[in-house]
Structure formats: structure tokens, C-alpha cells
């Protein structure tokens, strides 16, 4: 009998480490875990993730050979910059002539701010890279080592086009035994003073992540597991532990895209709003087209060449306590029962619960007194929380993570409600209307920001608590919900599924046909370094022509063979019905127009009348989705074609000419997608007809002469 083959993801949180196993074909659920994080344990948060992975491998009888992949997501990073747990760094900026000018003030950010009170500090000299000698270089090592550097970055003008310098910087400061990283392996962007902060922040978390990653690394192999030990990267892929070693920097935010990853691969969303809500804080993300939204993060308030999600982070929970002020309802959070040292007053027994007297605490130093608590006649105390309300106004359904014990809150709420004035139901709903309101704030400019359309938002909560917030705000709102299956879990199911992930930037002015296929090798190569294997690798180029940027996206599957995870195709009726909502019309005025591989486009028309109905104007709209009924493409006004291989070089000249402005000046080509087998294609950069059909001819390379594809186009 052939053995099951399992993936194993493990989330290391701020306060719990979770694991999951998956069955690799199915990808069901099969086992899950939680244990207190080991903060304080020598071997720290390693340790934590030693012993949850020999409980949960037991407890399911796997052997080790069976596990075929492995990762864990982390906050690691996050947290000790947010602690200023991080290592001095020394920078040794370099450059000459007029250029070493400037470059000697911008190899330098000074201490870098990373929360109140909290600073990276470093250290700076500065070298003309003219005629420089390894003694110069190992001089300044040594100086910058005596003020108290632990870790060395080479920061070098132009180090992009040539990294010489900067190699010889790390090879020398290696060879002293001292972690050393170069400005050109975090970012081949021009723009030396982002590209060294960016570095410094990275090289600050070499010391700390190092240990941790030797650590996790050397318990997989001693549990005699195979499989390669991957990370969680922030934008939702994974890299290889060897990669961590070098670019820690890109765990940063890592477990907030783990949770989204997470919704994504098992609840079929095409435009939604993800809440992962846990005790303390919710984190909100923007899925749109299927896809997450990502853009560069921030650190200390600077920017950084740092390609992450867009998570907005709230101190809205489960746990959430509840503020008064004046005989009134003032606000919720951002202190939780957690950090008040206080237990939830939605899971006590009835019982405990005896004569209720409302008592006023500051959770932390400095805080005021305004936070309300329980207070019982047998000398116990819960919270009042967020939750407390959830479970008080029916929100949380049975067998849910938050569901709680509604006798239990409601007999506690009473005191609270005689304090403010209100009946119990009243004072429930009015802390869940302070919760949403302060949520719904940031879901307005998310929605604004992305350009999503209200009406077909559906909005997903994941995390212990989702349940505790995200079905009111839906319902007063008028959006859709869906809560996440396996909701308090849904952050290491994403990263046990989770696909390597790799990004490149260059500043290109006017790229040619050989620059785009330099940056596509080289993603390639790096993306298979990272650990996926080629024939699953996906590439995406973008031109930013504003910003002079030449970017690749690779995305790869650690697998010998990548999967479709939903093995049920949508049936088309249901199919026509999610076009139609999606674009906005009916289910009997839309039509399958093509299909191709695994993706449908729907075609809906409507007339337009003008001018007291004299004017009449057709406007099409078009949906492309894929089997599992996700729609990834939306838009009215495209013209759209289906052509096979063999014929696409003559047929699409003519599409493209036939939907190319020209005007005295230039002509401007149309904005193009490209779907065929599995794969989306976005053109939408390109500049040209020419890089255009010469990128759509390298990515179809492999296709056979009579495969065929949907090819959009719009302006």
C-alpha cells in the first residue's frame, strides 16, 4: 500500500506556534495544533517549532519520509524590529568623482527610527572605489567593528550594473567572521539611499534570524525529514532557508500573508476583503481579480524597496475591551483582555459569574482607568470584550472557534448595561457599532484605493475571532460574507501550501527585447535557486515607464508536478450567474463567448441610449473566469479574439493594429491579457507591438501549434 504524502505548515504567532498537516493530493485538513510560543526557552522559538513538529507528526502515525514539503511563516522579523531587537550595523559607502559626492551622504541614514523609542543604530565610513586596495577595505571593517558594527553592508553608487566592490566587502568581512550583505542583493533598483536603508534593515536581522533559521533547520534534518525547509515570505510565496540567510528582510510581514495565502487557496474569491482577527489586532488585506494587493512597505515611516502586502493592522479583536467615560460607551480596544492579564467573560461558566459590579483598570502603565472589567462577588474577574458583545447579539454560530457562553455574558453585561443606561442587547450593539465603524474606516479607503466595486465585495474572516466581527459589519454594511473554513488556522494552511515566490526590479530606461529577456533568465534562475522546480515557474513582466522600473514576478510550485486545488470545475449555469454579478448585469443578457484551457470569458452587451434616445451606443462587458469560478479579469469596452499558435503571429498583428490609437505624434497600443492552459498573461506594460509579440511569443514557446489562446484587448 503506497503511503499518504502529507505538507507541514507550522505559524510561529506572538503568543501561539500552530501546526497543520495537509494531504498532499486531496488538500484536506488531516491534523492540527497549537502550543504556547517558546519566547523564553533557550533555544527560543525554535524550540517551539521542534516540538510541535515531532507532536504532530505523532499523532497522525507520519513518518518523516512522508512529508513532502515543509515551512513555517513568522513574526520574527516584524517583532524585533518593532522591539528594536536588531543588530548594530556598520555601512561602508562607496563611489568617486562627482558621483562619490553625493554618494557619501546617501550611503549614510544615520540610526533609523523603528518604533517610539526604538533605534537601529549604525555606523558609517566612507571609501573612494577608485584605487581601492583589501587593505582600505579591511581597515574600515576593523574600524567600523570597534564601534561596535555586528554586521557589514557594502552600499556602493551604481553597485547594480557592477557589484564588484561590494562582493569584495562581503568576501572580506567573511573571511573575519563577520555577517556582511551588499545594497545590490536586496534590490537592483537605482536610488542608493532607499537601496541602503533597505539593506541596513535587512543586514540589522542577520545576526538574530540566522540562529533561529540554523536552529529550526538542523531540527527538520535531525527528525529525518527530506524535504527541504522553506520560509514565508511577505508577499504571500516561500524561499528556501539559505535564501533567509541572506534577504531575512523578506520575512518581514510574513505571517500577515501567510493567513491571506491561506483564504485564498480554499474559499473561491474574486474581489474581497480578508480580516484576519485574532485577540489583540486585526489584519486587513485587499484580494482583488483573484489576487492579493501588494505594494512597498515601510519602515520607521521611510519607504523601502521591499515588495509586501498591504496589510492595515488594527487594534480591534476578540479581546477587545470596552472604554467608558462619563456614564457612557466611549470606544473599543485598542487594549485586549490578553494584556489586562484578564480572561473573557464570553467563556466563563454561568456559574462563576455571581453578583456583577463593574470595575474600572488601566491594562498597562499610563493607560487610563476607563477600561471596564467584571468584578464578582466570589472574587473573580473577567473582561468585557468585543467577543463578549459577538456572542450576546448571535453573531458567532455553534462550533465556532469564538463561540462562547451567551448565559454567561449576557448575566455579566447586565452590570455594565446599568451602568451606562441601556438594556444588555442595547450596550452589545453599541460597542459592536464603535468596533465597526473604527474597522470600516480603513475598509473605505481600501475599497477607494483598489477601485473595487461595493456591490460585488465579498468580505472574509479569518483568524480565531473572524466570526466575532466580520458577519456584523457585513450585514449593516450590505456586503457578502464568508467565513474562512478552518478560520483559526487559515495562517498555517497558507503556509503549508504556500508557492516560492521570486521578484526582480531594474531600472531600464526604454527596455529592449534583450533586457526583458535578461530579467526573465535571470528570475528564472533565481526562483529555482529558491526551490521551485522549472517547469512550474510562471513569469510576469511589467514596465513601469514613469518610474523607468523593469520588473519580473516568478511564482513556481516546490512540487515535481504543480496542482489546480480545486479539483471541481463550477458548473456553467452558476458560472454565468458570477460573470453577470461581477460586470454588473443579468444572467440572461450574458454569454460564454471562449474558452480556453482552464479559463471562460463571458460577454454581456448593453445598449446605451444618449441625447433623448437618439444616440444609441453598444457597450460590451467581459469576465474572464477560471474553472473554480474566480473571476480574474473584468472591464467593459474590450475587443477580444481567439487564435491558435500557429496562427497568432498574423492574426494578432492585425488585432493589435486594429485597436492601436494613432495620433500625430505616437501611437498608443492598447492594453493586452493573454490566457491560455493555466496561465494568465498580463501585457499591460509593454510599450510597444514589437516587446509586446516578442514577450507573447517567448511565453507561448512551449504551447503546441494548434493550442489556443484568448487574447484581450482594451485602452
Given at each position: 500500500?503506497?503511503?499518504?504524502?502529507?505538507?507541514?505548515?507550522?505559524?510561529?504567532?506572538?503568543?501561539?506556534?500552530?501546526?497543520?498537516?495537509?494531504d498532499?493530493?486531496?488538500?484536506?485538513?488531516?491534523g492540527?495544533?497549537?502550543?504556547?510560543?517558546t519566547?523564553?526557552?533557550e533555544?527560543g522559538?525554535?524550540?517551539?517549532?521542534?516540538?510541535?513538529?515531532?507532536?504532530?507528526?505523532?499523532?497522525?502515525?507520519?513518518?518523516?519520509?512522508?512529508?513532502?514539503?515543509?515551512?513555517?511563516?513568522?513574526?520574527?522579523?516584524?517583532?524585533?524590529?518593532?522591539?528594536?531587537?536588531?543588530?548594530?550595523?556598520?555601512?561602508?559607502?562607496?563611489?568617486?568623482?562627482?558621483?562619490?559626492?553625493?554618494?557619501?551622504?546617501?550611503?549614510?541614514?544615520?540610526?533609523?527610527?523603528?518604533a517610539?523609542?526604538?533605534?537601529?543604530?549604525?555606523?558609517?565610513?566612507?571609501?573612494?572605489?577608485?584605487n581601492?586596495?583589501?587593505?582600505?577595505?579591511?581597515?574600515?571593517?576593523?574600524?567600523?567593528?570597534?564601534?561596535?558594527?555586528?554586521?557589514?553592508?557594502?552600499s556602493?553608487?551604481?553597485s547594480?550594473?557592477d557589484?564588484t566592490?561590494?562582493?569584495?566587502?562581503?568576501?572580506?568581512?567573511?573571511?573575519?567572521?563577520?555577517?556582511?550583505t551588499g545594497?545590490?542583493?536586496i534590490?537592483?533598483?537605482?536610488?542608493l539611499?532607499?537601496r541602503?536603508?533597505?539593506?541596513?534593515?535587512?543586514?540589522?536581522?542577520?545576526?538574530?534570524?540566522?540562529?533561529?533559521?540554523?536552529?529550526?533547520?538542523?531540527?527538520?534534518?535531525?527528525?529525518?525529514?527530506?524535504?527541504?525547509?522553506?520560509?514565508?515570505?511577505?508577499?504571500g510565496?516561500?524561499?528556501?532557508?539559505?535564501?533567509?540567510?541572506?534577504?531575512?528582510?523578506?520575512?518581514?510581514?510574513?505571517?500577515?500573508?501567510?493567513?491571506?495565502?491561506?483564504?485564498?487557496?480554499?474559499?473561491?474569491?474574486?474581489?474581497?476583503?480578508?480580516?484576519?482577527?485574532?485577540?489583540?489586532?486585526v489584519?486587513?488585506?485587499?484580494?482583488?481579480?483573484?489576487?492579493?494587493?501588494?505594494?512597498?512597505?515601510?519602515?520607521?515611516?521611510?519607504?523601502?524597496?521591499?515588495?509586501?502586502?498591504?496589510v492595515r493592522?488594527?487594534?480591534?479583536?476578540?479581546?477587545?475591551?470596552?472604554?467608558?467615560?462619563g456614564?457612557?460607551?466611549?470606544?473599543?480596544?485598542?487594549?485586549?483582555?490578553?494584556?489586562?492579564g484578564?480572561?473573557?467573560?464570553?467563556f466563563?461558566?454561568?456559574?462563576?459569574?455571581?453578583?456583577?459590579?463593574?470595575?474600572?483598570?488601566?491594562?498597562?502603565?499610563?493607560?487610563?482607568?476607563?477600561?471596564?472589567?467584571?468584578?464578582?462577588?466570589?472574587?473573580r474577574e473577567?473582561s468585557?470584550?468585543?467577543?463578549?458583545?459577538?456572542?450576546?447579539l448571535?453573531?458567532?454560530?455553534?462550533?465556532?472557534?469564538?463561540?462562547?457562553?451567551k448565559?454567561?455574558?449576557?448575566?455579566?453585561?447586565?452590570a455594565l448595561?446599568?451602568?451606562?443606561?441601556?438594556?444588555?442587547?442595547?450596550?452589545?450593539?453599541?460597542?459592536?457599532?464603535i468596533a465597526i465603524?473604527k474597522t470600516?474606516?480603513?475598509?473605505?479607503e481600501?475599497?477607494q484605493?483598489?477601485e473595487?466595486?461595493?456591490?460585488f465585495v465579498?468580505l472574509?474572516?479569518?483568524?480565531?475571532?473572524?466570526?466575532v466581527l466580520?458577519?456584523a459589519?457585513?450585514?449593516?454594511?450590505?456586503?457578502?460574507?464568508?467565513i474562512?473554513?478552518?478560520?483559526?488556522?487559515?495562517?498555517?494552511?497558507g503556509?503549508?501550501?504556500?508557492?516560492?515566490?521570486?521578484?526582480?526590479?531594474?531600472?531600464?530606461?526604454?527596455?529592449?527585447?534583450?533586457?526583458?529577456?535578461?530579467i526573465?533568465?535571470?528570475?528564472v534562475?533565481?526562483i529555482?535557486?529558491?526551490?521551485?522546480?522549472?517547469?512550474?515557474?510562471?513569469?510576469?513582466?511589467?514596465?513601469?515607464?514613469q518610474?523607468?522600473?523593469?520588473?519580473?514576478?516568478a511564482?513556481?510550485?516546490?512540487?515535481?508536478?504543480?496542482?489546480?486545488?480545486g479539483?471541481?470545475?463550477?458548473p456553467?449555469e452558476?458560472m454565468?450567474?458570477?460573470?453577470?454579478?461581477?460586470?454588473?448585469?443579468s444572467p440572461e443578457n450574458?454569454?460564454?463567448?471562449?474558452?480556453?484551457?482552464?479559463?471562460?470569458?463571458?460577454?454581456?452587451?448593453?445598449?446605451?441610449?444618449?441625447?433623448?434616445?437618439?444616440?444609441?451606443?453598444?457597450?460590451n462587458?467581459?469576465a474572464v473566469?477560471?474553472?473554480?469560478?474566480?473571476v480574474?479579469?473584468?472591464?467593459?469596452?474590450v475587443?477580444?479574439?481567439?487564435?491558435?499558435?500557429?496562427?497568432?503571429?498574423?492574426?494578432?498583428?492585425?488585432?493589435?493594429?486594429?485597436?492601436?490609437i494613432y495620433?500625430?505624434a505616437?501611437?498608443?497600443i492598447p492594453?493586452?491579457?493573454?490566457?491560455?492552459?493555466?496561465?494568465?498573461?498580463?501585457?499591460?506594460?509593454m510599450?510597444?507591438?514589437?516587446?509586446?509579440?516578442?514577450?507573447?511569443?517567448?511565453?507561448?514557446?512551449?504551447?503546441k501549434?494548434?493550442?489556443?489562446?484568448?487574447?484581450?484587448a482594451?485602452?
Amino acid at each position: 500500500m503506497e503511503r499518504k504524502k502529507v505538507r507541514v505548515g507550522i505559524d510561529v504567532g506572538g503568543t501561539f506556534t500552530d501546526a497543520a498537516v495537509i494531504d498532499n493530493e486531496t488538500f484536506e485538513v488531516i491534523g492540527k495544533m497549537k502550543i504556547p510560543t517558546t519566547h523564553h526557552d533557550e533555544d527560543g522559538v525554535a524550540k517551539g517549532i521542534v516540538q510541535i513538529l515531532n507532536r504532530i507528526l505523532e499523532s497522525q502515525g507520519i513518518l518523516p519520509e512522508d512529508v513532502t514539503f515543509i515551512a513555517h511563516g513568522t513574526t520574527q522579523a516584524t517583532n524585533a524590529l518593532l522591539e528594536g531587537d536588531v543588530a548594530r550595523v556598520g555601512i561602508i559607502g562607496m563611489g568617486t568623482g562627482l558621483d562619490g559626492m553625493s554618494a557619501r551622504s546617501e550611503s549614510n541614514p544615520g540610526d533609523i527610527g523603528l518604533a517610539p523609542g526604538k533605534f537601529l543604530k549604525t555606523y558609517h565610513t566612507f571609501l573612494d572605489s577608485k584605487n581601492l586596495t583589501d587593505a582600505d577595505i579591511e581597515t574600515a571593517i576593523d574600524a567600523l567593528v570597534q564601534q561596535g558594527a555586528e554586521v557589514i553592508v557594502a552600499s556602493e553608487a551604481y553597485s547594480v550594473d557592477d557589484p564588484t566592490n561590494e562582493l569584495r566587502v562581503i568576501e572580506l568581512a567573511n573571511r573575519k567572521g563577520i555577517y556582511a550583505t551588499g545594497g545590490h542583493e536586496i534590490s537592483q533598483l537605482y536610488g542608493l539611499k532607499t537601496r541602503t536603508r533597505t539593506a541596513v534593515v535587512n543586514a540589522s536581522l542577520i545576526p538574530k534570524m540566522m540562529e533561529t533559521a540554523n536552529m529550526t533547520e538542523k531540527s527538520v534534518k535531525n527528525a529525518n525529514i527530506q524535504s527541504q525547509l522553506m520560509i514565508m515570505r511577505c508577499d504571500g510565496g516561500v524561499m528556501s532557508i539559505d535564501e533567509v540567510r541572506k534577504r531575512p528582510i523578506l520575512t518581514m510581514l510574513s505571517g500577515l500573508a501567510a493567513g491571506v495565502a491561506g483564504a485564498l487557496m480554499y474559499e473561491k474569491i474574486s474581489d474581497g476583503i480578508f480580516f484576519e482577527v485574532g485577540g489583540t489586532s486585526v489584519d486587513i488585506s485587499v484580494i482583488k481579480n483573484g489576487k492579493v494587493m501588494i505594494q512597498n512597505a515601510q519602515v520607521g515611516g521611510h519607504r523601502t524597496y521591499l515588495q509586501s502586502l498591504d496589510v492595515r493592522t488594527l487594534g480591534i479583536a476578540g479581546g477587545s475591551m470596552i472604554k467608558v467615560s462619563g456614564g457612557k460607551i466611549t470606544d473599543v480596544g485598542p487594549r485586549s483582555a490578553h494584556i489586562a492579564g484578564k480572561e473573557y467573560e464570553a467563556f466563563a461558566p454561568a456559574d462563576e459569574i455571581v453578583s456583577p459590579k463593574v470595575k474600572f483598570v488601566s491594562p498597562r502603565a499610563g493607560d487610563p482607568a476607563e477600561y471596564a472589567i467584571c468584578e464578582c462577588g466570589n472574587g473573580r474577574e473577567f473582561s468585557y470584550t468585543l467577543a463578549g458583545a459577538a456572542n450576546i447579539l448571535g453573531y458567532v454560530p455553534e462550533g465556532d472557534y469564538a463561540y462562547g457562553n451567551k448565559e454567561a455574558a449576557v448575566k455579566a453585561w447586565e452590570a455594565l448595561a446599568a451602568h451606562v443606561g441601556l438594556s444588555v442587547e442595547e450596550t452589545a450593539r453599541k460597542v459592536m457599532d464603535i468596533a465597526i465603524d473604527k474597522t470600516m474606516k480603513t475598509v473605505n479607503e481600501m475599497i477607494q484605493d483598489y477601485e473595487l466595486d461595493r456591490a460585488f465585495v465579498t468580505l472574509v474572516g479569518g483568524g480565531g475571532s473572524g466570526a466575532v466581527l466580520v458577519p456584523a459589519m457585513a450585514e449593516r454594511e450590505g456586503f457578502k460574507v464568508q467565513i474562512a473554513s478552518n478560520a483559526p488556522y487559515v495562517s498555517t494552511i497558507g503556509v503549508a501550501l504556500a508557492m516560492v515566490k521570486e521578484q526582480l526590479e531594474r531600472t531600464v530606461v526604454n527596455p529592449t527585447e534583450e533586457d526583458i529577456k535578461r530579467i526573465r533568465a535571470d528570475i528564472v534562475e533565481r526562483i529555482v535557486q529558491s526551490g521551485a522546480s522549472e517547469e512550474t515557474v510562471e513569469v510576469t513582466i511589467e514596465i513601469d515607464s514613469q518610474k523607468n522600473i523593469l520588473r519580473a514576478i516568478a511564482t513556481g510550485s516546490t512540487e515535481l508536478r504543480s496542482k489546480d486545488l480545486g479539483q471541481q470545475a463550477m458548473p456553467l449555469e452558476e458560472m454565468t450567474a458570477v460573470a453577470a454579478s461581477s460586470v454588473d448585469q443579468s444572467p440572461e443578457n450574458t454569454r460564454l463567448a471562449a474558452q480556453s484551457g482552464r479559463w471562460s470569458l463571458f460577454e454581456a452587451e448593453q445598449t446605451k441610449k444618449s441625447l433623448f434616445g437618439l444616440m444609441k451606443k453598444k457597450v460590451n462587458y467581459v469576465a474572464v473566469l477560471d474553472r473554480e469560478g474566480v473571476v480574474r479579469f473584468k472591464k467593459s469596452g474590450v475587443q477580444f479574439t481567439k487564435v491558435t499558435k500557429a496562427a497568432a503571429d498574423d492574426r494578432l498583428n492585425e488585432f493589435l493594429d486594429d485597436n492601436t490609437i494613432y495620433s500625430d505624434a505616437n501611437a498608443t497600443i492598447p492594453k493586452v491579457f493573454a490566457f491560455y492552459k493555466e496561465k494568465m498573461l498580463d501585457l499591460t506594460g509593454m510599450q510597444t507591438k514589437e516587446q509586446l509579440l516578442s514577450i507573447l511569443t517567448l511565453e507561448t514557446e512551449m504551447l503546441k501549434s494548434e493550442d489556443e489562446m484568448i487574447v484581450i484587448a482594451y485602452q
